[in-house]
Structure formats: structure tokens, C-alpha cells
């Protein structure tokens, strides 16, 4: 399974912005932007004029490295958002929300996105019941998740459980159970990504 192995944080430097890939860590004086918030190599402090292409890439590679997703991924999952009727810039963020790592991150399950592919990668999550362990699993509306009986005893599922984060409004948690449920997909108001998605569909569609 191809994945990004490098420095998480020079992400967020590039990026120019807090992208909050590694969790709790993100909201410390440990963050690397914090320190350094310009981007990473040796001409990374330098100003530069970004093109009306360079702003287009920008956000495509924002929206990639906020959900984790690689390249191909990616563009599978805007062929997808076009073939479905709506607005494709909002299906594209809708398809990457109703990802399995995403939702487990959403119900407060993990503490970051890349911490949530890890935890349904080793297999400590189901869905209705079954045992999902692929990250790109795509949740439907009144799909239940919840942690797998034989993990719910671990100290990080009980900390999370007795540290409930604020849910969007398309998710539901019954944390006493471990599990969350998904009510609706979720609308663009929804989705709190600081991505814009328009300037990702002009540069797919050149």
C-alpha cells in the first residue's frame, strides 16, 4: 500500500498554513509552523508570486495532504465527484469526507486523520458490524461505526470516549456503545477543510 512516508510537518509548511496532520501535537509550541512558518528548503523564505496555476496546485495539494490521499486516489475521486450530479467541487469534499478514516476521525475516535488510517488499517473498527480495515472505505448514510469489542479496552478508545469532541451535524456517537452513526451526507457547510474547491475543478479542467 503505497502511503507518504516523509516529514509530516514540512506539509504544513509548504502548505503555508496549519494543516493539524499530527493531532494534539498541532496545537503546541512543538509545532514545527510555529517555529518555521515558511515553507521547507533553502529558498523557502523567499517571497514569491504564485501564478494563477501555482494557486490552482496549491489547493489540490492542500486537500490531498489534509485527507491523506495520494495522487491517483485523488484523481480517482474527482472522476467520481463528476460523474455525480451537484456541483463536482463539493462532491469531490463530500467523497473524501464519507471516507472510513475520516469518519472515525470525525466521531472523535483519533486524535488526527493519519492517526485514524493507522487505527482502521490494524482492524479495531466495523462497520455494521463487520470488520473494515481498508482507510478508503466509503461510509453510506445510516452506515454504524463503532470500535471493535476486543479494543474498546485500550486506554486510547477510553480516552477519546471520555473526551468527546463536538460532532458535525450528518454524524451521530452513542460513545457509551463505542460507536457513531452516520444520519445524512455531510453539505458543504459541513465541511470545516479550509480548501477551496473551485480553484481545484478549474485545474482539472484544463
Known sequence: MARYTGATCKLCRREGMKLFLKGDRCYT???AFVKRSYAPGQHG???KKVSEYGMQLREKQKAKRIY??????FRNTYERAEKIKGVTGENLLRLLEMRLDNVVF?????????????????GHFLVNGKKVDIASYKVSVNDVISVREKSRASE????????PKALPQWLTANLENFEGKVVAEPSREDIDVPVNETLIVELYSK
Open 29 to 31: 509550541d512543538k509545532c
Open 45 to 47: 523564505a523567499s517571497r
Open 106 to 122: 470525525r466521531l472523535g475516535f483519533a486524535s488526527s486523520r493519519v492517526e485514524a488510517r493507522q487505527l482502521v488499517n490494524h
Open 156 to 163: 486510547k478508545f477510553k480516552t477519546f470516549v471520555e473526551n
Open 68 to 73: 491523506g490521499v495520494l495522487e491517483t486516489q
